[in-house]
Every structure is written in structure tokens, then in C-alpha cells.
């Protein structure tokens, strides 16, 4: 990505889910979209458009694929939205469009996602974000845009570039309210540490986000695992205080009170979970470091045990 953005953006969103269908519709109001994803959904796009509903009413004729195979242009932005474990051979098949100009975000749940990444491409072609915004998916073809969030993109060098200034603009152009962050890495740990605290326990008493602090007793555990976290994170040199990530956790649970975990989405269609991109990388991390994560390594067997 070269010079100022005086055109349209050339954007393609690899893992075009529930998130990648929601920011890639918004998106594609002002920039030249196409989304990558599942064979049921991209025909229910083609034949229909894109459908939004909940917190953003949209619909939206938005090209689309199935595979990466059938794309022939290089884009200025690959968009990353893959799940955790697809990693390494979505970005070995998106080799292939990624030209001298394109950026790589990743916007993924789970930590390990840039190391996977730069075994194939070059650590300075990829940037990061987070996202707390929720959506599911109703059916495919539609999106349900169930909480409002905030997004935080960043270079992994923390500097501030032209091209992250512009990919942040281009962002909030589309409605999706985004800032600069100067230490990203810092904001991938803090969104590991809220999901290895909610999104497991959600899982096993399939519940909403919301009865963690409803149970005295989840809510507790819920701060445990946070603690152990977080200790993990510092080690890493990483520097984030165990009060504020309970806060910053109990804030996003009543925040998305009424929103299913993505992982308790993917249990309960008897997918894969992310669990080891994020329970699982805290627990090696702490070994790594010589820290004991029992809360970790309990919320990883009892999810395993619950999908036997």
C-alpha cells in the first residue's frame, strides 16, 4: 500500500464468518469488497446479498467466493478473520494474491496467530487488531450484528504509519469505530485473557455471558483465571495489572450480557473451538516461564471431556 488513499480500497476477507461478513459489508459501502468463505453462505450471497440485521440494518450485493483459487487481482488489504487453528494454511494459500503492495490483517481470536503467519509471509507485510464487536450468523446469507464494539488496529512495531493511519480512517469511514493502538501486542494479551476467562466457562454450563456474574461462584472463578492470566502475560513482559483485567473482563461480560461466546457457537455445532489458541497458548507460555495455570489446564480438559 503506496501513497494516499484517493480510491477505492481493493479488500478481501479471508474466513468470511460472522465478523468477517459484518465488517466486510460496512466496508464495502465505499471500497471494492470481496468475501471468502463458506460454500452454503458465498451462494446464499451471490443469489441474495449480503443480509445485516440487529445493531446495523444493512443489505448489501457484495461479491463473494468460495476459494481463494478463483481470485485473480492482488489486494491492497487481505483481511484475516480466520479461526485461530486455520491460520497457517489460510495464509499458505493466500500466498498466491498477495502482491508487493498488500497488507495482511489479522483480526483473530487467540495468541500465536502472527508466528504462524510470518513463517510464510514477511513479519512487515502484517498488522493486527481486535474487535469487541458480536455477531452470529442466522442463516447463511445472514448476519445478526448482536453488540456494538470498539476496534484497535496497530503495526506490530507500534509505530504509527501512513498505512495504518489510512486503514484506521478507512475504517471509521465505514461505521466501525477504530483507533491506533502504538502496542498492539499489549491488546492481543488483554483480549486473550477476557476470552480464556469467558469464553470456556460459557462453554461447559452453555450459558450466556452474563450468568458468569449472575453465579457468585463463576464470577470468582472467572477472577482466578484472570489472575493466573495475567501473571502468565507479565512474564512476557507484557505489563497488565490483575485488577484492571478483572474489571476490563467483568466489563465486557455485561457489556455482551446477552451474547453466546464465539466458543460456545463453534461447541454447539459440534466444530472445533478455539480453546487451545488461547487457554492452551497461556498454558505453554507458563511452562515456558515455569508458572503453574491449573485453572488453564482445567478449563482445557473439562471442554475436551464435554466434547467427547
Known amino acids: 500500500m503506496q501513497g494516499d488513499r484517493t480510491a477505492n480500497m481493493n479488500i478481501v476477507i479471508l474466513g468470511a464468518g460472522a465478523i468477517g461478513s459484518l465488517f466486510g459489508g460496512l466496508l464495502s459501502k465505499k471500497n471494492n469488497v470481496l468475501l471468502i468463505g463458506r460454500k452454503k453462505h458465498i451462494q446464499a450471497i451471490k443469489e441474495n446479498g449480503l443480509k445485516i440485521t440487529g445493531k446495523t440494518q444493512l443489505n448489501v450485493k457484495i461479491s ?27 495464509t499458505k494459500e493466500a500466498k498466491s494474491i498477495i502482491g508487493n503492495r498488500t497488507v495482511i490483517l489479522s483480526l483473530q481470536n487467540g495468541l500465536g496467530n502472527i508466528d504462524k503467519m510470518e513463517k ?68 492481543l494479551w488483554t483480549k486473550a485473557i477476557v476470552n480464556s476467562s469467558i469464553n470456556p466457562l460459557t462453554t461447559f454450563f452453555q450459558c450466556k455471558n452474563g450468568y458468569l456474574l449472575k453465579n457468585p461462584i463463576l464470577e470468582k472463578t472467572v477472577e482466578k483465571i ?12 507484557i505489563k497488565l495489572s490483575y485488577e484492571d483485567m478483572v474489571e476490563k473482563t467483568k466489563e465486557v461480560i455485561r457489556n455482551t450480557s446477552e451474547n453466546y461466546s464465539s466458543m460456545l457457537q463453534s461447541f454447539k455445532k459440534g466444530g472445533k473451538t478455539e480453546i487451545d489458541s488461547i487457554n492452551g497458548k497461556i498454558i505453554d507460555i507458563g511452562k515456558r516461564n515455569c508458572i503453574e495455570t491449573p485453572m488453564n489446564e482445567l478449563l482445557i480438559h473439562s471442554i475436551s471431556a464435554t466434547a467427547m
Open 226 to 237: 484472570c489472575e493466573e492470566s495475567t501473571k502468565v502475560a507479565n512474564f512476557e513482559k
Open 64 to 90: 463473494a467466493e468460495d476459494s481463494i483459487q478463483k481470485i485473480n487481482f492482488e489486494p491492497d488489504l487481505l483481511i484475516l478473520t480466520v479461526k485461530s487453528y486455520d491460520t497457517e494454511n489460510a
Open 120 to 187: 510464510i509471509v514477511n513479519r512487515e507485510k502484517i498488522i493486527a487488531g481486535v474487535t469487541t464487536h458480536g455477531a452470529i450468523f442466522s442463516k447463511p446469507g445472514f448476519v445478526k450484528h448482536t453488540g456494538k464494539g470498539k476496534t484497535v488496529l496497530g503495526e506490530l512495531n507500534g509505530k504509527e504509519t501512513r498505512r495504518i493511519k489510512q486503514i484506521v480512517e478507512l475504517f471509521n469511514e465505514a461505521g466501525i469505530e477504530t483507533r491506533i493502538s502504538k502496542n498492539i501486542i499489549r491488546e
